[in-house]
């Protein structure tokens, strides 16, 4: 969850010194080497796997 929270915030556009305080790092040197790397890959997986786990829970727009 934490991953996912620092990567969706990054991809809006929050500055690394908010997100690093949000969740509680000190600096912004453990935000940027550990969650801000590229995890678009790895979300896209997951909701992938989630529409395989639940078919037709979310409705096309």
């Known amino acids: 969850m934490r991953h996912s929270f620092v990567s969706l915030l990054s991809d809006s556009g929050m500055p690394t010194e908010h997100i690093a305080r949000l969740v509680g790092h000190s600096s912004t ?33």
């Open 29 to 61: 040197r453990v935000t940027e080497t550990v969650y801000r790397h590229e995890l678009r890959p790895v979300l896209e997986d997951g909701a992938t796997e989630m529409d395989r786990i639940f078919p037709g829970m979310i409705s096309d727009r």
